[in-house]
């Protein structure tokens, strides 16, 4: 091995070696839930900045647990058969054949070229989905509508999770090997689910009662009206900000799942930007906030 050359000065160098120890301390044998959304991932040199990060984190200590989305990807491959997705409140309305196109590209897609990238940065990872190991067990998702709660949407073969048996992802973090979740489950038929990545990454952070919760998207974090970050957010000014529409789209799973996950215990909750290299690595080991943090309270 070589060395690579430092563009560092020594003494930056050292305090930022320093900065590490606490969180090595407060992290070291803790699961960390690490949401990779679909829109964080369409750079290759950032997916491969992503599988090394999570390699390096694993070496320090840390039980990295993979949960992807696909969202750009999924919309590709509809179109490809001449499907134009459609969303309600961040859900993608799910039929039959979108179920199945959903299935593909999660797990035979995008689940296999994380595995693979992981892999190639010196780990070990593997690849399920929520039906694996009887993971995620789900049932139709009832779609409460956001202004009027007598009215509910048909968004079809979309799941709501009902039990999480963490046991198969136990198993993997024994033996060293990154667990790399696909959002599928299935219900009580055998039927699968397509299940929102961020709702899947928050329940899975709950059932494991992770140390950390992160959210890799596509924006710095969460944005008011004028578009400034929210660093910090509390269960109240969430409402509020879902009430005046600042917080839509696909922004409202996202929130409404790392509110559960700080709600239930989750310590660290956060939502950062997956567009910049190693983001995820000075999130946690620099001691320094990234992104908005998720209080709940
Ligand atoms: N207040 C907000 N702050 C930031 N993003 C928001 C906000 N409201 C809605 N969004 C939207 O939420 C998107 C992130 O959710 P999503 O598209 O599901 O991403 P991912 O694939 O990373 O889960 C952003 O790209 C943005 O368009
Ligand atoms: C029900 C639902 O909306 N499922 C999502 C699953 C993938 C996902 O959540 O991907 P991102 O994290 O990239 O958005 C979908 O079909 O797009």
């Known amino acids: 091995m070589t060395d690579t050359p430092c563009t560092i000065a020594p003494r930056d160098h050292a305090q930022l070696l320093a900065q590490m120890l606490p969180a090595l301390r407060q992290f070291r044998g803790k699961t960390m839930v690490v949401k990779y959304g679909g829109n964080a991932m369409t ?14 984190l694993q070496l320090a200590g840390i039980q990295p647990v993979v949960v992807h989305g696909g969202g ?15 969303f309600i ?4 309305v799910t039929d039959a054949e979108t179920m199945q196109i959903v299935q593909w590209v999660l797990a035979g897609e995008v689940q296999a070229d994380i ?3 992981i892999q190639q940065a010196g780990g070990r990872a593997v690849g399920l989905t929520g039906r694996d190991g009887g ?10 509508d956001q202004n009027d709660a007598t009215l509910t949407h048909d ?26 979740v696909s959002p599928v489950g299935f219900g009580a038929h055998n039927e699968s689910y397509n299940i929102n990545a961020d709702v899947v990454a928050a329940g ?27 660093t910090e957010l509390t269960p109240q000014r969430i409402d ?24 239930a215990g989750v310590n660290a909750v956060h939502i950062i930007d997956g567009r910049a290299p190693h983001t995820m690595l000075l999130e946690v080991l620099s001691g320094q906030a990234h992104g908005t943090m998720i209080r709940a309270q």
């Open 43 to 56: 750079d290759p040199a950032l997916q491969q900045a992503f599988a090394e990060d999570i390699v390096l």
């Open 72 to 86: 750009p990807q999924i919309e590709s491959a509809l179109q490809r058969v001449g499907k134009q997705g459609q």
């Open 89 to 92: 409140q961040g859900m993608r």
């Open 115 to 117: 595995v693979g990238r």
């Open 135 to 144: 993971l995620i067990r789900a049932q139709k998702l009832r779609l409460v």
């Open 155 to 180: 968004v079809g073969q979309v799941g709501d999770i009902t039990a999480i048996d963490t046991s198969i992802i136990l198993t993997l973090q024994s033996a060293g090997l990154v667990p790399v």
């Open 204 to 230: 899975l952070a709950v059932a494991l009662q992770a140390e950390k919760l992160l959210m890799l998207s596509n924006i710095p974090g969460v944005l008011d009206k004028q578009g400034q970050l929210l």
């Open 240 to 263: 509020a900000l879902v009430a005046d529409g600042t917080i839509s789209g696909g922004m409202l799973p996202k929130i409404a799942g790392a509110l559960d996950a700080a709600k």
